[in-house]
C-alpha cells in the first residue's frame, strides 16, 4: 500500500479517502468518522453526511439493536445471566419500540420466568394498540399468546386487526398472515370464523395461484372440513402446474392428501404415484413414498 500523510494535501486527501471507502463495508463507526473528516477537509459536506451522517447512524441502532435481542434471547435459553439478558432485551426496545420481535423476545424472558404482568407490559394489548403492527406480526402476537392459553381476548383482537390489513392484498406474507389466523382462530376455539376469513370466499379469487392453492387445500385436509373447497383448489393446482415444474410433486402429494381425507383411497394412491413420478430433484420422494405405504395399507385395511 502506498503511505500517504493525513493532511490537507489534495492528493493525499484523495488517496486517504480511496483507502477509506475501500474498507467502508467493515461498517465501522471510527473509519465512519475518519472518512468524513477527509471528505470535509475537501470542502465535500454532502460525501461526509453520506459516510457519517444519518442514514449510517440509524444503521448502526438498528444493528445493535438486533445484537441485544439476540444476546437476551441466547441467554434466556441457556437460563443463566438472566438480569443481563433483560437488561440488553429492554434496550433493544428501546432503540426500536415498534420492533414486535425485540418485544416478544422480552416477553419471553419474563413468561419463562413466571412473570406475566412483566410480559404483558412490554408485549400485550398496549402495544397492538399503540403501534402500527403489520398483518403477520399481529399474527405472531396472537401466537404467542394463544400458546401460554392466557391474554386471549387481545389475541383475538390481533387476528381481526391481521385479517383486516391483509384482505384482498396480494402479497406472500399477507396471504400467510391469513392463513396464519384461520390457524390461530381455530385453536381459540372459533372455527366458523377461520372458514370465513380462510375459506370458499378467500380462495375463489385466488383459483391462477398454484402456490395459494396447494397451501389453502393442505391446510383444510389436515383438519378434514371444507374439503370440497380443498379439493376444487388441489385439483386446480396440479392443472397449472407444468410436469417439469419442481413444485408439481408437491402438488400432486397434496391433492392426495385431499382425497385420502375424503376418504378417496385409490384416488389418493394415484396421486401420490404422480407426486413420485414428478418428483424432478428426488427431495421427497421418500416422504411421497412413505405415505403412499401409508395410503396403501389403509386400503388393505379396507379389504379385510
Known sequence: MTPFVYGPNKENLDRAIEVAEGMRSFGSTTLASIMAELYAKKGDLMQAEAAYGKDFMEGQLTGYAS?????????N???TNLESAEKMALAAI????STAGYRQVAATLY??????DKALEVYGPAFIRDFKVDAYNLTAYARFWSQKKLNLESAAEALEKAVGLAAGAAGTTDRMAIQNAAQL???LGKPERALQVFGPEFIKGRMDDPVILSSYARFWASRKTNLESALAAAEASVKLRDLSSLNAAVNWSVLATVYEALGRLEDARMAQEKAIATDMGGANTENFKSQLKKIQAEIEKRKK
Open 67 to 75: 445484537a441485544l435481542a439476540g444476546y437476551a434471547s441466547f441467554w
Open 77 to 79: 435459553g441457556k437460563k
Open 94 to 97: 428501546g432503540i426500536s419500540p
Open 111 to 116: 413468561s419463562d420466568q413466571g412473570k406475566t
Open 185 to 187: 382462530f381455530v385453536q
